[in-house]
């Protein structure tokens, strides 16, 4: 069943600016989708639309098979939850408890709940300890963890991230995209990533979407995508580092490397398939063992 | 200005923040009528001390104690300066300035004294308040007592987001000042207006944002409260010794008074 489905949508910003025209997008129940687009693609406009936040000039949006008009703001904020690109935009409470409670005491829920979703919401995030905490003394990483407990407390079946990388060190990139994964994979929640950074994705999101001026340029999984070299230049993005490596490996110098590499991992085992066996260190200690 | 906002003090685990704030409010209120309505400087001054001496105690740095206690200090030395130079009658003495008499008299320094003590003990309540009670506790204790809803609401978000906004302030600051947008004094006005301009056009986007993700967490008006819990028996008889405490020295204030 499709979580979301968004058809022939355009949208134009009140100064003229058209920020999308014609994007079609679905997503399946339990996917992970990223939406990959340079800076003024279309990216936010179409997280707007999504969680109706902005209302399209022509076009249809379906949320869990029933038009966005037709669900209530209850009904909607329950489905889809948008965690933000600058987490001092969503938490507005003091103090962590307050701000991850504040979603499901607007549910008006008994607040024995309340006080389980919010430990269940924490804890879904590594964030517990945080709980008593003020919110103006957590660390930028800290406060992107809890502004997404903030969402998950509300029990969507699909979240939104706008950027859940952005600012992160590499250490907290990684357990934010650890993290979006585990919730995906193990707790089966619908992932929907807008995002430009693209290294990460190969590994984690079922389908790309390319955006690039409002429009769907491209729309596959992460290897279909990526050997589209021409279409990932003219979106203004660039092929994951890995990748660009082994790419100018064969172009350049002939390496007659199998495919295109997206991770570290496949990278590994393809040039392990080129580097003579006797030339391979752990295999010749192996050998001697 | 920082270390006149900072609140971790209020985080730490001491005899005084693990009192009720409902209960540490009523206390606050009890000791503000007290001091604002003493007739003599004996009072106020009495409560000036104590909480010093909490202040000393805790352990709080000497350096935002005097941060913060520097505005009401100067406040009092001008009232004290103006009263005892504009009221009264009694000469105590006189001096010339600029081709300028001067009496100081002795009525208007008594008034000026009593207000700036009133001041200094006032403040010196709210002082210890504020460090032994974090923001959104009292702002919980306030709503229990039935504070409008959209009022504390309002005070919550200002909270919040006074530390967001100073943060990008200094931001910009910082960054007009790398680029020399300080150096003369037409110049650091610009900068300053800049500044202001920048600051209102950024609390309105961060408003506009915040509003957007309180929606999205079905905010509908008004936001909702946590329940506290009942008041411990321990917290009640802090209560009633304090407020005991605090009606026998304004009686026996009242006392002396007439």
Known sequence: MKAIEVTGVHFTYDDGTEALSGVDFHVSEGEFVAILGSNGSGKTTLIGLLVGLLKPKTGRIMIGGRAIGELSTEELYQRVGLVFQNPNDQLFAATVEEDCAFGPRNLNLPEAEVQERVTEALDAVAALPLRGRAIHHLSFGEQKRVSLAGVMAMRPSVLILDEPTAGLDPAGEAQMMQLLKKLNREEGLTVILATHSVDMLPLFANRIYVLDHGRVLQEGPSEEIFCHQEMIVRAKLRLPYVSRLMYEMKRHDGVPIDGLPLTIGEARVRLLELIPKELIIAELEEKKA | ?258
């Open chain 2, 1 to 258: 200005m920082f270390d006149l906002f900072s609140d971790i003090f209020t985080y730490r685990d001491n005899a005084l923040t693990r009192i009720d704030p409902r209960v540490k409010l009523l206390i606050a209120l009890a000791a503000l009528i007290a001091v604002v309505t003493a007739e003599r400087i004996v009072l106020p001054l009495a409560v000036f001390t104590f909480c010093l001496g909490a202040v000393a105690i805790l352990r709080i740095p000497a350096k935002l104690v005097a941060c913060r206690l520097a505005a009401p200090l100067s406040i009092v030395a001008v009232l004290v300066v103006i009263q005892t130079f504009v009221t009264g009658k009694t000469p105590l003495f006189a001096f010339t300035f600029a081709g300028w008499q001067f009496t100081a008299k002795a009525e208007g320094f008594r008034q000026g004294t009593l207000l700036g003590a009133h001041v200094l003990g006032a403040v010196s309540v709210v002082f210890l308040l504020s460090i032994v009670t974090p923001a959104h506790r009292i702002f919980q204790a306030l709503r229990w007592f039935r504070i409008s809803r959209n009022w504390l609401e309002i005070a919550i978000l200002m909270y919040r987001y006074i530390f967001v906004l100073m943060d990008r302030v200094a931001d910009l600051a910082a960054a007009q000042k790398l680029r020399l947008g300080y150096t003369a004094r037409g110049r650091a006005l610009r900068s300053f207006t800049t500044l202001a301009g920048a600051t209102i056009i950024h609390s309105l986007e961060q408003a506009q944002r915040t509003h957007d993700a309180m929606r999205l967490r079905g905010y509908r008006g008004t936001m909702p409260f946590g329940p506290l819990p009942a008041v411990s028996g321990r917290d009640l008889r802090i209560l009633s010794l304090c407020l005991i405490a605090i009606a026998a020295a304004r009686l026996l204030e009242w006392g002396m008074s007439g």
